[in-house]
Structures are given as structure tokens and as C-alpha cells.
């Protein structure tokens, strides 16, 4: 098997790797566990989304940065395997502090292996010399992941019927167990710029200010995590698009997070027969199913019409879906519910690979964990505030809350985003147009790798002329 062969071997494991740690056969019943087994108000579900929140908060860029510093592989596989540690905490500790603890150890898992899949995807693709493919291939993987969701809503339902709640948390436990064994058969991408070597083609543009500063890669993890910092708050397009994809993100997934409840205010339950957990579970899947489409369509939709259009359409197309949210209360509206899930899904893919074109690949995985972090504070804000106003008003109130969020906040980051992209495309477009030729400075009419890359203060890299390009697409 030759080099390339082994390097391309890890995309459909990385596909089955998704798909293990999306088989949650718990997820179509963990609110009414919660609420039915340990007697937990709405509110209190959404003070334990805010401990899961803020732990992964914590704990997101620092397991990027050992993800960058220590392998990205083995980053997914100890995702894997604390997950499972978990769950089986979760179903055995009753207190709330014992639950509290188990969503801590779970949120910490999965910021093992949150924006390290995403970084050892990409920078496959870039050995390969595939990277354009990247919102391809992640669509794909994130719909392998919604998918199992989709399986596992199907399942989880009748299986609570037959053989109880706890019982359908074992068996998740065993499936996150099997991805970490997954996550070992994966190859360790090349992930520093030097091991890549003159890579002008796939590699990140470099700015002015990262050419005047030198190359200084980082060193301990503590570096890492400054680096990646200090990269994202000097890029401003990153950095808008990080809050604007994180806050749009949670604001479109406040349905879905409501809709067990909602089942549950309409006299639906999942226990009592396998009939029961069956209308459950298929009351569940449309949103599962609108995901898993969300990423598959996300590629060929930003083909057709260019990132910058893509995420302006989703992020304020998705604002009408809550307008049969806010009129009627009727199971119905499900439908409308499951579309907001498959936008949001979208939106993943879509981000990432904007944030992937402009961060160099030994700072992938930090950067990429600052996107997951900055969207778990953004939950741990919001999901509790709105859980509690649908206990105490409605869930109405609780959904145009979500929709304000968007048409306040999101419009604000949007403006910004939008200003900052234009700025970079103008001076990548300036930096193009007072490159001196080639002839000018002795090489050949028709260049050289090397003349590519001597380019002076002024001149811009090969990366530059493909970021232009693809922001213009």
C-alpha cells in the first residue's frame, strides 16, 4: 500500500468514526430521563446543559492544543473512551452533583474529538492535495453522524418501551467505547506547516503581519493556546464568524432541544409499550433525518452559490421557520422544527471550511476549538435563560426569544463579517495586482516554484490567488 493509499484510507474511517459516536440510542429519551428518573424540573435540564456547557468552554481549547501538540488521533480515540466513562456514570449516579459530574467528564470527551476530527480531516485532504473537497467530505461525515441519530431515534423508542431507560444509556456507552477503538485505526496526518514544507497551493495565506513577525511556531501547549488566540482575534473574519456561526447554531437548535418536552406537553410518552416508543421515536427522527440532509446539501449548496452567500442565506432564511413556531401549538409544527436542524447542520460545514482556509494546519485544531468553544459559552448563556422561560411562560415565548436572538445579536455579528471579509478580499486582490513579474526580478516568463514564492513585501503567494478565488466563488 502506498503512502497516499494509507493517508486516503482515513476518510471512511473518519466516516465510521462519525457514525459511532452518532449511534446515541439515548438521545430520543435523555430529557424525559432526567425529568421521569431523577425528577428534574425544565429549568434544572437547563442548568445541566450549562454545567455541560461551561465545562466544555473550559476545556475546548486546551484539548485542541494537545490535540495539535500530540496527535489528533489519539485526541478522538481518549474522546472515545471518556465518553463511555460517562454515560455509565450518568445512568448510575442519581444525585444532582453525580449527574453534574458525569456531564462534565462527557463534555470534556467530546472536546477531544471536536475540532481535532475536523483538523485531521483537513489536513488529510491536504496531503492528498484534496483540500477543496473539504466541505464534501466533512458534509458527509456529519451527515454519517446524524444518520446513526437517525437509526438511533428509530431504536431508542421502542427499545425504552420494551427494556426501560437506563438500559438504552448501556448500550450507547458500548457504541462511544467501540468509536475510540475506531479512532486507533486512523493514520496521523502531517500537522505543521514544516512537515508540509513550501505548500502554497493548500497552505493558509499569510498576512502582512504574520510575514513581518516571522515564523515562530509553538512550542508547549500553553503556546499553542495563546497562538491560536492571538490568530483569531488578528483575523477578523475568523473571528466574526466564529460567534455569528456559534450563536446562529444555538439559537437554531433551542427547538429541537425543546421538542421531548413538547411531545410530553401533548400526552405523548415513550414508555408503556413498544407502540409507544415507536410513535415516540418517529415524532423524533424528522429532525435527525432534516440534519443529516443539512450536511450532505451543504457542499453542493455552497458550490452553486459561494460560502458568503451560503451562510447569509441560511442564517436569515432559517428566521421564517419560527414563524409557525410562534403561531400555532400543534404537532404539526415538528416539521418546521426538523428544517431549523438541517440549517444548522449546514452551517458547520460551511463555517469550518472558511475558518480552515485561513489557519495554518499546526494551529488547526486550537482555532477550531476556540469555534467550539465560543459556541459552548454562547450555549451556556442561552439555553438556560430560554429553558427557563418555557417552564415559566411558554414555548412559544421560548422560541421567538431563540428567532430575536438571531435578528438582534446575529444580524450585529453579521455586519461585521461581513465588512471584515470584504477587507481581506481587497487587499488579497491588492496584493495580487502589485506583484511584480516574474521577468522583473531575473526568473523566467513562465515562473518557478520558487518565484511564486519570492514575492517581496509586497507580492502575494499562490494561497492568496486560491483564498481570493474561493471568496469570490
Do not use: C
Amino acid at each position: 500500500m502506498t503512502q497516499t493509499q494509507r493517508y486516503a484510507r482515513n476518510i471512511p474511517i473518519y466516516y465510521l468514526f462519525q457514525f459511532a459516536t452518532g449511534f446515541l440510542i439515548w438521545v430520543p429519551v435523555w430529557i424525559i430521563f432526567l425529568q421521569d428518573e431523577r425528577g428534574l424540573s425544565l429549568t434544572q435540564v437547563g442548568l445541566m446543559e450549562a454545567v455541560f456547557w461551561v465545562s466544555m468552554f473550559i476545556a475546548e481549547v486546551p484539548t485542541g492544543a494537545i490535540a495539535d501538540r500530540f496527535g489528533r488521533r489519539i485526541s478522538l480515540a481518549l474522546g472515545g473512551f471518556m465518553f463511555t466513562v460517562g454515560t455509565f456514570m450518568f445512568v448510575m449516579l442519581e444525585s444532582f452533583a453525580g449527574l453534574a459530574l458525569s456531564y462534565v467528564i462527557m463534555a470534556v470527551s467530546m472536546t477531544l474529538y471536536s475540532g481535532s476530527g475536523h483538523a485531521l480531516l483537513f489536513d488529510t485532504l491536504r496531503t492528498l492535495g484534496r483540500t477543496r473537497e473539504y466541505e464534501k467530505h466533512m458534509g458527509r461525515s456529519e451527515a454519517m453522524m446524524t444518520g446513526a441519530l437517525l437509526g438511533a431515534g428509530l431504536f431508542g423508542g421502542p427499545m425504552a418501551g420494551l427494556w426501560g431507560l437506563e438500559t438504552v444509556f448501556l448500550i450507547g456507552a458500548f457504541t462511544m467505547a467501540f468509536a475510540g477503538f475506531i479512532a486507533l485505526l486512523l493514520r496521523e496526518p502531517p500537522r505543521t506547516e514544516e512537515e508540509f514544507g513550501e505548500d502554497g497551493l493548500f497552505g493558509a495565506p499569510t498576512s502582512p503581519t504574520d510575514a513581518a513577525a516571522g515564523d515562530h511556531s509553538p512550542q508547549g501547549v500553553a503556546s499553542y493556546i495563546l497562538e491560536g488566540f492571538r490568530i483569531v482575534l488578528r483575523r477578523r473574519p475568523i473571528l466574526w464568524i466564529i460567534v455569528l456561526a456559534g450563536l446562529v447554531t444555538v439559537a437554531y437548535e433551542m427547538p429541537n432541544f425543546f421538542v421531548q418536552p413538547f411531545l410530553r406537553h401533548h400526552g405523548l410518552s415513550p414508555e408503556g409499550s413498544f407502540l409507544d416508543g415507536a410513535i415516540w421515536s418517529a415524532l423524533i427522527v424528522p429532525g435527525f433525518a432534516a440534519m443529516s440532509a443539512g450536511s450532505l446539501l451543504a457542499a453542493p449548496f455552497v458550490a452553486r452559490v459561494g460560502e458568503r452567500r451560503a451562510l447569509s442565506v441560511l442564517i436569515f432564511g432559517g428566521a421564517f421557520l419560527f414563524i409557525p413556531l410562534l403561531l400555532f401549538n400543534h404537532l404539526s409544527i415538528i416539521a418546521p422544527i426538523a428544517i431549523l436542524g438541517g440549517i444548522h447542520a449546514a452551517l458547520r460545514p460551511i463555517a469550518t471550511g472558511y475558518i480552515n482556509r485561513r489557519i495554518r494546519s499546526d494551529q488547526r485544531a486550537t482555532v477550531l476549538s476556540i469555534y467550539e468553544l465560543t459556541m459552548a459559552a454562547q450555549m451556556a448563556v442561552i439555553v438556560p435563560a430560554i429553558s427557563a422561560s418555557a417552564d415559566t411562560i411558554d414555548f412559544r415565548f421560548a422560541y421567538g426569544l431563540s428567532v430575536a436572538v438571531v435578528l438582534t445579536i446575529g444580524a450585529a455579528f453579521w455586519f461585521a463579517w461581513r465588512r471584515s471579509h470584504r477587507s481581506e478580499q481587497a487587499e488579497g486582490v491588492r496584493r495580487i495586482s502589485v506583484r511584480r513579474a516574474p521577468q522583473a526580478i531575473g526568473l523566467p516568463l513562465n515562473g518557478s516554484r520558487n518565484g511564486l514564492h519570492h514575492n517581496g513585501d509586497q507580492g502575494a503567494t499562490p494561497s492568496d490567488v486560491a483564498l481570493t478565488r474561493q471568496d469570490q466563488a
